[in-house]
């Protein structure tokens, strides 16, 4: 199978922007979604090719795709975007799998 | 609204079976499939499974093969998800989330998550 490939650990500046990166072969036909978990709870779908944000996220979350690269953009970072993000799609080599990556700390400072 | 109940926390034995139930509401069950997706203490998400509720039809990540076995009860709403042969590595919160890409994947609604400890 596939494989979704993130950086471990990300920090930003309060009020700044980040971009956090999800690669893979399986990105190059399959749109990823994107995940927030904070410690204790269960993921948040923050951003999807479908729904783009679902109901209550706040429109400083974005989301990009080129290539074999998806990203999801922070703009105007706060403190309570601080968590996990997970990328997830489909595994190209095996479509009726889904995928993972391993995940990016995102710290804000 | 939506909502996806998972059975409580467990505790198993190594070499046991556990069996997790994950309970819609708020949604037409039949027509959005379910994923199961794990996470290890300290870990990432990992992606196990999916059923289709309407015909029953699951897939399995190779990970667990011939040790998950994903089923629904469409009179009850609900989906169960087993694991068998478990080992202390089992050790995770199980979670059920609807699957609301069906060309894609993208899990909108999540369980709350249910606790498995294997412990001898």
């Known amino acids: 199978s596939s494989e979704l490939t993130q950086d471990p650990a990300v920090s930003v500046a309060l009020g700044q922007t980040v971009r956090i990166t999800c690669q893979g072969d399986?990105?190059?036909?399959?749109?990823a979604s994107w995940y927030q978990q904070k410690p204790g709870q269960a993921p948040v779908l923050v951003i999807s090719a479908k729904i783009n944000r679902p109901s209550g996220i706040p429109d400083r979350f974005s989301g990009s795709s080129s290539g074999n690269t998806a990203s999801l953009t922070i703009t105007g970072a706060q403190a309570e975007d601080e968590a996990d993000y997970y990328c997830n799609s489909r595994d190209s080599s095996a479509n009726h799998l889904r995928l993972f990556g391993g995940g990016t700390k995102l710290t804000v400072l | 609204q939506v909502q996806l109940v998972q059975s409580g926390a467990e505790v198993k034995k190594p070499g046991a079976s556990v069996k997790v139930s994950c309970k819609a509401s708020?949604?037409?069950?039949?027509?959005?499939?379910i994923n199961w997706v794990r996470q290890a203490p300290g870990q990432g998400l990992e992606w196990m499974g999916i059923?289709?509720?309407?015909?029953?039809?699951?897939s399995y990540a190779q990970n667990f093969q011939g040790r998950v076995t994903v089923t629904r009860d469409t009179s009850t709403s609900t989906v169960y998800m087993e694991l068998s042969s478990l080992r202390s590595e089992d050790t995770a919160v199980y979670y059920c989330?609807?699957?609301?890409?069906?060309?894609?994947?993208?899990?909108?609604?999540w369980g709350q998550g249910t606790l498995v400890t294997v412990s001898s």
């Open positions: 708020g949604y037409t069950f039949t027509s959005y499939y």
């Open positions: 059923i289709n509720p309407s015909g029953g039809t699951t």
């Open positions: 399986s990105l190059r036909r399959y749109n």
């Open positions: 989330a609807r699957e609301y890409c069906p060309a894609g994947s993208c899990p909108d609604y």
